[in-house]
């Protein structure tokens, strides 16, 4: 079983810069790999950006490309959501979640793991 819990979240002006931790108990995070995701109210849950289970490759939606990375240490069993150059539009509940894989997925149902999410608010 593992355990993960977002920080992080906030308000912020538009081109602002958050950073969201999701830190792990339980299990180590070597073992999945990672995926943020973000959901409004009405709206399905949206993949943001993953990390496979070694870091060495990552996934943007392209929404996100050139805004946000993702980086992950597996020493300290926590992932981090970098997000620079906040919109509008990026307001919304962050969720982290693991996945017993190598590989990054953007279909939210074949996490195995959530967390209980983080908000987001960027004002114009």
Same mark, same amino acid.
Do not use: H
């Given at each position: 079983q593992?355990?993960?819990?977002?920080?992080?979240?906030?308000?912020?002006?538009?081109?602002?810069?958050?950073?969201l931790?999701c830190?792990?108990s339980?299990?180590?995070?070597?073992? +999945?790999?990672?995926? %943020?995701f973000?959901?409004?109210?009405?709206?399905?849950?949206?993949?943001?950006?993953?990390?496979?289970r070694?870091?060495?490759?990552?996934?943007?939606?392209?929404?996100?490309?050139?805004? +946000?990375?993702? @980086?992950?240490?597996?020493?300290?069993?926590?992932?981090?959501?970098?997000?620079?150059?906040?919109?509008?539009?990026?307001?919304?509940?962050?969720?982290?979640?693991?996945?017993? @894989?190598?590989?990054? @997925?953007?279909?939210?149902?074949?996490?195995?793991? %959530?967390?209980?999410?983080?908000?987001?608010?960027v @004002?114009?």
């Amino acid at each position: 079983q593992v355990q993960l819990v977002e920080s992080g979240g906030g308000s912020v002006q538009a081109g602002g810069s958050l950073r969201l931790s999701c830190a792990a108990s339980g299990r180590t995070l070597r073992d +999945f790999a990672m995926g %943020w995701f973000r959901q409004t109210p009405g709206k399905e849950r949206e993949y943001v950006i993953g990390i496979t289970r070694t870091g060495d490759g990552t996934t943007l939606a392209d929404s996100v490309k050139g805004r +946000f990375t993702i @980086s992950r240490d597996n020493a300290n069993n926590t992932v981090y959501l970098q997000m620079n150059s906040l919109k509008p539009e990026d307001t919304a509940l962050y969720y982290c979640a693991a996945r017993a @894989s190598y590989y990054v @997925s953007t279909i939210p149902n074949v996490y195995d793991y %959530w967390g209980q999410g983080t908000q987001v608010t960027v @004002s114009s």
